[in-house]
C-alpha cells in the first residue's frame, strides 16, 4: 500500500497557480481615441482636449488594464507648429503610464511621422503582438491623405500576420473597415466620402477569409456604433473630445475584456455604453 501525503502549503500554492492561470485568461485593455488637441475649429473644441485627456489617463490608471490603445487623431489641423507642441504635451501625459500602448496614426495626424514616433516613444507602422492567447493586430490606414487608404502592402501583410498563428485576432484601425453608411452621424453624414479607407472592402474579405477575426475596432467616427458582418463585429468608439454642439464637455474612455468565452467593451463617460460581443 502506497500513501502519498500533500501538505497543506503544496495545496494553497496549487491553487494560487490556477486562480492566476484563471485571471490571466481575462485581459483588460484601455482604449482612448480623437483625442484632437489644438486651437478650436468648426467641428471640435481643441482648447479642451488636454484637460480632457488627462481625466480620462487618471480614470484609466485606477482601471489598471494590462495595455492601452490609442487610435489616432490626436491633434486638430493647425499649423505643423502648433501640432507639434500639442504631441509633445501627449507624449509627457502617456509617458507617466506604466504599462504597453500602441498609438494609430489618425487621418489628421498630418506631423511627419518620425517625429510623432520620437515625441511619443512609440512605434506608428503596422505591427502585431501577441497576447494571452490573442493577436492583436494594428492596421495602419494614414496615407497622407484626410480620406485615408490601405496600400496593396498593408493588404499583403494584413493577410501574412492573420496566418501567422491560430490565436483569436482583434484588428485595430483608426477608420472603419466596415463600409456601412452612418445615419444620424452628426459629423459623417455630411461627407461620407471620408468615413472609410480606400481598400475597406479587401481589407474585409482578408479578415473573413482567415476566420480568426471576432472584432475590428475604430474610432474616427466620433460615435459608439456596432455593426456585425459575416461573422466579425465591427465596433466605433467614441472621441475623447467631443463635438462642438456636444452639451457635455466631458471626457469618454473605453475598457475592452477578452476572455475564453466573450468579449466585452464599457464606455465610460460621455456617451457610456456596453457592447457584448459572444465569439
Same mark, same amino acid.
Given at each position: 500500500?502506497? =500513501? ?8 494553497? =500554492? ?60 490626436? *491633434? ?21 503610464? #506604466?504599462?504597453?500602448?500602441? !498609438? ?5 495626424? =498630418? ?6 514616433? +520620437?515625441?511619443?516613444?512609440? +512605434?506608428?507602422?503596422? !505591427? ?22 490601405? *496600400? ?47 481598400? !475597406? ?34 465596433? #466605433?468608439?467614441?472621441?475623447? *473630445? ?33 457592447? !457584448?460581443?459572444?465569439?
Amino acid at each position: 500500500m502506497v =500513501f502519498i501525503v500533500v501538505s497543506v502549503e503544496c495545496l494553497i =500554492f496549487a491553487e494560487r497557480v490556477n486562480d492566476e492561470r484563471n485571471f490571466r485568461m481575462s485581459l483588460k485593455i484601455g482604449i482612448i481615441t480623437d483625442i484632437h488637441a489644438g486651437l478650436d475649429n468648426d467641428y471640435i473644441k481643441g482648447s479642451v482636449a488636454l484637460e480632457l485627456l488627462d481625466k480620462a489617463l487618471e480614470a484609466l490608471r485606477l482601471e489598471n488594464p494590462s495595455r492601452l490603445i490609442e487610435l489616432g487623431d490626436r *491633434t486638430n489641423d493647425d499649423s505643423l507648429e502648433i501640432r507639434r507642441n500639442n504631441v509633445a504635451e501627449l507624449g509627457k501625459r502617456f509617458a507617466s503610464l #506604466s504599462i504597453p500602448r500602441h !498609438h494609430l496614426l489618425g487621418n489628421h495626424d =498630418f506631423l511627419p511621422k518620425e517625429e510623432q514616433e +520620437q515625441l511619443l516613444n512609440t +512605434q506608428l507602422s503596422n !505591427h502585431s503582438v501577441d497576447v494571452e492567447n490573442w493577436q492583436l493586430i494594428f492596421l495602419y490606414s494614414f496615407n497622407g491623405t484626410v480620406e485615408g487608404g490601405l *496600400t496593396n502592402d498593408d493588404l499583403v501583410w494584413l493577410e501574412q500576420t492573420l496566418a501567422s498563428n491560430s490565436s483569436p485576432a482583434i484588428v485595430f484601425t483608426h477608420q472603419p473597415l466596415d463600409g456601412v453608411p452612418t445615419k444620424g452621424n452628426s459629423l459623417f453624414d455630411a461627407i461620407p466620402h471620408y468615413l472609410t479607407p480606400v481598400g !475597406h472592402e479587401k481589407a474585409r474579405a482578408i479578415m473573413e477569409a482567415s476566420g480568426k477575426v471576432k472584432l475590428a475596432v475604430n474610432g474616427h467616427t466620433h460615435w459608439n456604433h456596432l455593426e456585425k458582418i459575416n461573422g466579425i463585429s465591427y465596433l #466605433s468608439l467614441t472621441a475623447v *473630445t467631443p463635438l462642438v454642439q456636444s452639451q457635455d464637455m466631458i471626457t469618454a474612455y473605453s475598457i475592452l475584456t477578452l476572455d475564453e468565452n466573450s468579449i466585452s467593451v464599457k464606455v465610460h463617460g460621455r456617451e457610456s455604453a456596453e457592447f !457584448h460581443i459572444k465569439q
